[in-house]
Antibody, heavy 117, light 111 residues
Framework: EVQLVESGGGLVQPGGSLRLSCAAS????????MNWIRQAPGKGLEWVSI???????FYADSVKGRFTISRDSSKNTLYLQMNSLRADDTAVYYC???????????WGPGTLVTVSP | DVVMTQSPLSLPVTLGQPASISCRSS???????????LSWFQQRPGQSPRRLIY???NRDSGVPDRFSGSGSGTDFTLKISRVEAEDVGVYYC????????FGGGTKVEIK
């Protein structure tokens, strides 16, 4: 059974940094496509970042230059380093895994990031 | 980015009756190679999204057969043949042919 579990969310001040983690079981983060998708409170879904099997990364324009996606094969864990956080980054951040790019086969329960003074 | 437009915004349905949600994309979702990467997701209250349908009409494992997807090019539809209480939630279409984008969501509720 595939399980993805996010952690690392919390309250951070504008301009601050946070690193999210996504621990995977039953699914290997380095031999599949991994994604971060976010949902602002009461709003819709926004794809944030993707890391391909070969390590190529992509970002939404809204986070480019501020967020970095990465993975650790030894821990089978996906990360999202978030810097220069803004109020409009406030959202539940979901980790999603794909066997084919851009499909969001599997989702974690999400972790809430709140950016506020 | 490709804009995904869903309608209606809200869909009150009587238990046991059918429901239909429309999704339109701002450009064709047919990828070179012939596949169309249009998926449907269900988000129940307080839960993370769950994919129901991928590549327009393929049901995911464990998804009841009362859910079906259809469409082509830029126009797509999700149908629920007989709505059950557990179907309450918000439904999103998503395209994966380009940088992935979601529709705004359709809230299904029981009348």
């Amino acid at each position: 059974e595939v399980q993805l579990v996010e952690s690392g969310g919390g309250l951070v001040q504008p301009g601050g940094s946070l690193r999210l983690s996504c621990a995977a079981s039953g699914f290997t983060v380095t031999t599949n496509y991994m994604n971060w998708i976010r949902q602002a409170p009461g709003k819709g879904l926004e794809w944030v970042s993707i890391i391909y099997i070969d390590g190529t990364t992509f970002y939404a324009d809204s986070v480019k230059g501020r967020f970095t996606i990465s993975r650790d094969s030894s821990k089978n864990t996906l990360y999202l380093q978030m810097n220069s956080l803004r109020a409009d980054d406030t959202a539940v951040y979901y980790c999603a895994g794909d066997t084919v790019p851009n499909n969001a086969d599997y989702w974690g329960p999400g972790t809430l990031v709140t950016v506020s003074p | 980015d490709v804009v995904m437009t869903q309608s209606p915004l809200s869909l009150p349905v009587t238990l046991g009756q059918p429901a239909s949600i429309s999704c339109r994309s701002s450009q064709s979702l047919v990828k070179s190679g012939g596949n169309t990467y249009l998926s449907w997701f269900q988000q129940r209250p307080g839960q993370s999204p769950r994919r129901l349908i991928y590549k327009v009409s393929n049901r995911d494992s464990g998804v009841p057969d009362r859910f079906s997807g259809s469409g082509s090019g830029t126009d797509f539809t999700l149908k629920i043949s007989r709505v059950e209480a557990e179907d309450v939630g918000v439904y999103y279409c998503m395209q994966g042919t380009y940088w992935p984008t979601f529709g705004g969501g359709t809230k299904v509720e029981i009348k």
